[in-house]
Protein backbone atom coordinates (compact mmCIF):
# COMPACT_ATOMS: atom_id res chain seq x y z
CA UNK A 1 0.00 0.00 0.00
CA UNK A 2 1.30 3.58 -0.50
CA UNK A 3 1.28 5.89 2.90
CA UNK A 4 -1.69 7.84 1.60
CA UNK A 5 -3.58 4.57 1.50
CA UNK A 6 -2.39 2.98 4.84
CA UNK A 7 -3.25 6.84 6.65
CA UNK A 8 -6.90 6.19 4.79
CA UNK A 9 -7.24 2.58 6.30
CA UNK A 10 -7.07 3.77 9.88
CA UNK A 11 -10.48 3.18 11.34
CA UNK A 12 -9.70 6.00 13.73
CA UNK A 13 -10.79 9.15 11.21
CA UNK A 14 -14.13 7.04 10.33
CA UNK A 15 -16.59 7.18 13.31
CA UNK A 16 -18.55 3.80 12.35
CA UNK A 17 -15.36 1.99 11.40
CA UNK A 18 -14.04 2.72 14.90
CA UNK A 19 -17.09 2.20 16.49
CA UNK A 20 -17.14 -1.60 14.97
CA UNK A 21 -13.41 -1.79 15.94
CA UNK A 22 -13.45 -1.14 19.74
CA UNK A 23 -16.72 -3.47 19.53
CA UNK A 24 -14.34 -5.88 17.81
CA UNK A 25 -11.36 -5.41 20.40
CA UNK A 26 -13.88 -5.82 23.70
CA UNK A 27 -14.73 -8.79 22.10
CA UNK A 28 -11.51 -9.69 21.80
CA UNK A 29 -11.82 -10.72 18.03
CA UNK A 30 -9.26 -11.35 15.24
CA UNK A 31 -9.57 -11.05 11.74
CA UNK A 32 -7.66 -12.79 8.92
CA UNK A 33 -8.68 -12.32 4.66
CA UNK A 34 -9.17 -14.84 2.92
CA UNK A 35 -9.80 -15.01 -1.09
CA UNK A 36 -8.55 -12.12 -1.97
CA UNK A 37 -9.55 -11.18 -5.56
CA UNK A 38 -9.21 -7.91 -7.78
CA UNK A 39 -10.36 -6.93 -11.39
CA UNK A 40 -9.72 -3.75 -12.92
CA UNK A 41 -13.69 -2.81 -14.86
CA UNK A 42 -13.79 -2.00 -18.03
CA UNK A 43 -14.13 1.44 -18.98
CA UNK A 44 -12.06 2.89 -16.04
CA UNK A 45 -10.23 5.44 -15.86
CA UNK A 46 -6.53 4.07 -16.39
CA UNK A 47 -2.85 5.40 -17.37
CA UNK A 48 0.47 3.25 -17.23
CA UNK A 49 1.35 4.03 -13.74
CA UNK A 50 -2.49 4.36 -12.10
CA UNK A 51 -5.25 1.88 -12.26
CA UNK A 52 -8.91 1.98 -10.88
CA UNK A 53 -9.37 -1.55 -9.53
CA UNK A 54 -12.21 -3.20 -7.54
CA UNK A 55 -10.77 -5.62 -4.56
CA UNK A 56 -12.77 -8.27 -2.54
CA UNK A 57 -11.89 -10.75 0.15
CA UNK A 58 -13.36 -12.72 2.68
CA UNK A 59 -12.79 -11.93 6.29
CA UNK A 60 -13.07 -14.46 9.21
CA UNK A 61 -13.51 -13.32 12.85
CA UNK A 62 -12.96 -15.20 15.48
CA UNK A 63 -13.52 -14.26 19.08
CA UNK A 64 -13.41 -15.93 22.56
CA UNK A 65 -17.06 -16.41 22.65
CA UNK A 66 -19.45 -17.42 20.13
CA UNK A 67 -18.51 -19.26 16.46
CA UNK A 68 -16.39 -17.67 13.99
CA UNK A 69 -18.03 -15.25 11.26
CA UNK A 70 -17.64 -14.46 7.40
CA UNK A 71 -17.38 -10.79 5.95
CA UNK A 72 -17.35 -10.21 2.74
CA UNK A 73 -14.97 -6.92 2.24
CA UNK A 74 -15.11 -5.09 -0.51
CA UNK A 75 -13.54 -1.80 -2.14
CA UNK A 76 -12.86 0.49 -4.55
CA UNK A 77 -9.07 1.65 -4.66
CA UNK A 78 -7.24 3.41 -7.19
CA UNK A 79 -3.72 1.87 -7.46
CA UNK A 80 -0.15 3.53 -8.68
CA UNK A 81 2.72 1.84 -9.75
CA UNK A 82 6.37 3.23 -8.16
CA UNK A 83 9.35 4.00 -9.23
CA UNK A 84 10.56 0.81 -8.27
CA UNK A 85 7.53 -0.60 -10.54
CA UNK A 86 5.77 -2.16 -8.07
CA UNK A 87 1.78 -1.76 -7.92
CA UNK A 88 0.52 -0.41 -4.61
CA UNK A 89 -2.83 0.13 -3.20
CA UNK A 90 -3.79 3.91 -2.80
CA UNK A 91 -6.99 5.38 -1.48
CA UNK A 92 -10.62 4.39 -2.06
CA UNK A 93 -12.12 5.70 -5.07
CA UNK A 94 -15.12 9.03 -4.37
CA UNK A 95 -18.23 9.17 -7.05
CA UNK A 96 -19.56 6.98 -9.45
Request: net charge positive.
Amino acid sequence: MTDLGWRNFDPAGDERARHSWERTVAAKESGRCSAPQAQVPSGAPASDNRRIVLVWADRVVTGTAGSPYVERIMQTRHVHRGADGRWRVDIATVGG
